[in-house]
C-alpha cells in the first residue's frame, strides 16, 4: 500500500517478524526454519515492490537464560552478548536473511518503552496485584494449568511435566501484579470472527477459539523470585514477565514510544510468524494486551508446525546432531532455504531426512532446473555464438509455454504472497521448469541444428528464446527462495545490462513475455547446482 500524498494514512510498510530466539543455546534446524520462511516472504513482497520491514531478534530475559548463564559461570548479560555475536546474528547472515533489524531485548531501546508500556497499562487501571500458586514450566517461561499436566514415568515417576518439553514443572508461588486479560475473551472472540485470517492456518485458530471460549485467567505479568528482567517501574523487586517484555519488541523496535513516525508507517505487523508452540501467546495475550493500550491489532498471527525427531518437536535436547551449518555445507545455502520450505507444508509438522533432501535435491535442483539452465546456456553458445538469437513467431508449443508461465507466477504470488503456502507456490515454479524440460525435449533443438536452412535456423532461434526467456522468469520467480542461485543465472543469461538488477524485477512483470531481448549475451557460467559429494 503506497501512501498517496503528504499526510499518511496508516501503515505504509508490509511487516514481517519472526519470534524473537531465546539465546540459550546457538540456533538449531528448527528456528532457522521459520527465519527462512520469514525471509522468504520479505523477499517476495519487495519483489511486488512493497516497502518490507522484516525483523528478527533475540529474547534475553527469564529464568531459562539466567540459569544457562549461571551454570556456565558467567553472567546473564555476557552470555546473552556471546551468543548474539557468536551464534545467532552469523547464522543469519550464513543463510542471507536480508532482515531490517535485529533487536535484543537487554537493549535500552527495548526496555525503557517496556516500562512505559507496562506504567501506561497500570495507569490505565489494568494491572493488580495479587497472589498466585501454581505449576510452572521454564523452558516454556509459562504457568500451565493443572489438567494439561502429564505424569511422569520412569526417572520423573511421581512428578507432573510439561506437555512439550515432558520435563517436571516446579510450583510456584509468589505475589505478583496481574494484567486482567479475564476481561478481553469476549472481545478477542468477536475479533477472530470479525477477521477469518486472523489465525492461521484453520486449525490453529480453531484451537485458538476453543480456548478462549473455556474463559480466559487474568495473567500474572511479574515475577519477583529473580532479577533478571526489566523492572516493574512502580515496584523495584518486581521484574517483568519475560512473554510481556518479549512480546513488546514487535512495537519497540519500531519505534513506540520513540518515533512515531517510524511507528505509524509499520505497525501493526501485516504477518506475525510463530511456531506453534507460541501460538497463544501470540493470538490472545499479545491482541489483549494491545487493546488494553488502544493500539492496532496485526493483520495475521501465522502458526508453522514443527521440525519433528523421533516423533517429538525437535528441540535443544533432542536434536538430530545435524546443524543448519553442517547441511549448508553439504547441499549449499539455497538448497537448504528451498528444501524445508519445499518439503513441508507450512503450518504442518515435517519431518527432516538426509535422504529425502538428497533426492529432492538432485531430481528437482540439480536435473531439472541447474541442468535445464546449462544446457540452454550451452546451445545459445554452440548454435549462436553466445547471443541470444531473436524469437520467430511463435507455434502452439511454444504459446503453451507462455500460458504455463502465466499460471505459475499466478499461482505461485497467490499462495506464497497471500496464503503463506510456500511449499505451493514453489511447486508451481517447478511444476513450469519441468514443462519447459518437456518442451525442449519435444523440440529436440539439437536435431533441428542439423539442418541449416533457414527456416530450421529460424525454428532453432525460437525454441532457444523460448527456454532462455523461461529461465529469465525463473530466475525473477526463485530470486525470494534462491537468491544466490538466481543471481547466477541472471548473470548467465545476461540480462543485467537490459533488465537492471535481479531483486528490482517484479513478480508482477515475469509473465510478460519477451522482456529478455535478443541479443544478450549468454555465457556458461557456474554449475548451479554441484552434484553432490558422497556422504
Ligand atoms: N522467546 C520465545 C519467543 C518470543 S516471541 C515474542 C521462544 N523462543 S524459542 O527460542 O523457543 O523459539 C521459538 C520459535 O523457534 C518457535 O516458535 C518456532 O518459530 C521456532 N522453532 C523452534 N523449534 C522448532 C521446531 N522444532 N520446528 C519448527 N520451528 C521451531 O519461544
Avoid at 519431518?351 to 533426492?359: G, H, I, L, P, T
Amino acid at each position: 500500500m503506497a501512501a498517496t500524498g503528504s499526510e499518511q494514512a496508516g501503515p505504509t510498510a508490509y511487516y514481517v517478524s519472526t519470534p524473537i530466539y531465546y539465546v540459550n543455546d546457538a540456533p538449531h534446524l528448527g528456528h532457522a526454519y521459520t527465519t527462512v520462511a520469514g525471509d522468504v516472504l520479505t523477499r517476495w513482497h519487495r519483489q511486488r515492490g512493497e516497502k518490507v520491514w522484516y525483523l528478527t531478534g533475540t529474547d534475553e530475559h527469564g529464568q531459562k537464560i539466567m540459569r544457562t548463564a549461571e551454570a556456565n559461570g558467567v553472567s546473564p548479560q555476557e552470555w546473552c552478548d556471546k551468543l548474539v555475536e557468536e551464534a545467532w546474528k552469523p547464522l543469519w547472515e550464513h543463510l542471507n536473511i536480508a532482515n531490517d533489524d535485529f533487536i535484543r531485548t537487554t537493549e535500552r531501546r527495548h526496555t525503557d518503552r517496556v516500562q512505559e508500556f507496562v506504567q501506561d497499562l497500570y495507569d490505565r487501571g489494568e494491572i493488580y496485584q495479587g497472589g498466585y500458586e501454581g505449576p510452572y514450566c521454564v523452558p516454556c517461561e509459562e504457568y500451565k494449568t493443572y489438567g494439561e499436566l502429564l505424569d511422569g514415568e520412569g526417572e520423573f515417576e511421581g512428578q507432573k511435566l510439561c506437555p512439550i518439553h515432558k520435563k517436571p514443572v516446579e510450583m510456584l508461588q509468589e505475589e505478583n501484579y496481574f494484567f486482567k486479560l479475564s476481561a478481553y475473551g469476549p472481545k478477542l472472540l468477536e475479533h477472530y470472527e470479525a477477521n477469518p485470517d486472523f489465525i492461521q492456518p484453520e486449525s490453529a485458530r480453531n484451537e485458538v477459539v476453543q480456548f478462549v471460549r473455556q474463559g480466559l485467567e487474568d495473567l500474572s505479568i511479574s515475577r519477583s523470585t529473580f532479577d533478571w528482567g526489566v523492572k516493574i517501574p512502580w515496584d523495584d523487586k518486581h521484574v517483568i514477565y519475560v512473554w510481556i517484555d518479549a512480546l513488546l519488541n514487535y512495537a519497540t523496535a519500531v519505534g513506540y514510544g520513540s518515533d512515531r513516525r517510524r511507528f505509524d508507517e509499520t505497525f501493526p505487523a501485516d504477518v506475525h510468524l510463530v511456531g506453534k508452540d507460541i501460538l497463544r501467546f501470540h493470538a490472545v495475550i499479545w491482541p489483549a494486551m494491545l487493546m488494553a493500550n488502544g493500539l492496532p491489532l496485526p493483520r495475521r498471527i501465522a502458526a508453522n508446525g514443527w521440525l519433528m525427531v523421533g516423533g517429538e518437536k525437535m528441540s535443544k535436547s533432542n536434536l538430530t546432531g545435524i546443524s543448519p551449518q553442517e547441511l549448508t555445507g553439504h547441499f549449499g545455502v539455497d538448497a537448504y532455504r528451498w528444501y524445508f520450505l519445499r518439503a513441508i507444508a507450512f503450518g504442518q509438522d515435517g519431518s527432516f531426512s538426509w535422504e529425502d533432501f538428497s533426492a529432492r535435491y538432485t531430481s528437482e535442483l540439480a536435473n531439472d532446473y541447474g541442468n535445464l539452465a546449462s544446457r540452454v546456456a550451452a546451445m545459445v553458445n554452440k548454435y549462436f555464438d553466445g547471443k541470444l538469437p531473436a524469437s520467430a513467431a511463435h507455434g502452439e508449443a511454444e504459446q503453451a509455454v507462455v500460458d504455463g508461465l502465466a499460471g505459475a507466477v499466478r499461482e505461485a504470488d497467490r499462495r506464497i504472497g497471500e496464503e503463506l503456502d510456500f511449499a505451493g507456490g514453489i511447486a508451481a515454479i517447478f511444476d513450469f521448469i519441468k514443462q519447459v524440460n518437456g518442451y525442449l525435449t519435444e523440440q529436440a533443438p539439437w536435431k533441428v541444428a542439423k539442418d541449416t536452412s533457414p527456416e530450421a535456423q529460424a525454428r532453432l532461434a525460437t525454441i532457444l528464446y523460448t527456454a532462455a526467456e523461461s529461465l529469465r522468469a525463473c530466475a525473477v520467480l526463485l530470486n525470494p527462495v534462491m537468491p544466490e542461485t538466481s543471481a547466477k543465472l541472471w548473470d548467465s543469461l545476461g540480462a543485467e545490462p537490459s533488465l537492471g538488477a535481479l531483486a528490482d524485477q517484479r513478480i508482477s512483470e515475469a509473465a510478460d513475455w519477451g522482456r529478455l531481448p535478443a541479443g544478450s549475451t549468454v555465457t556458461k557460467g557456474a554449475v548451479l547446482f554441484p552434484r553432490l559429494e558422497e556422504k
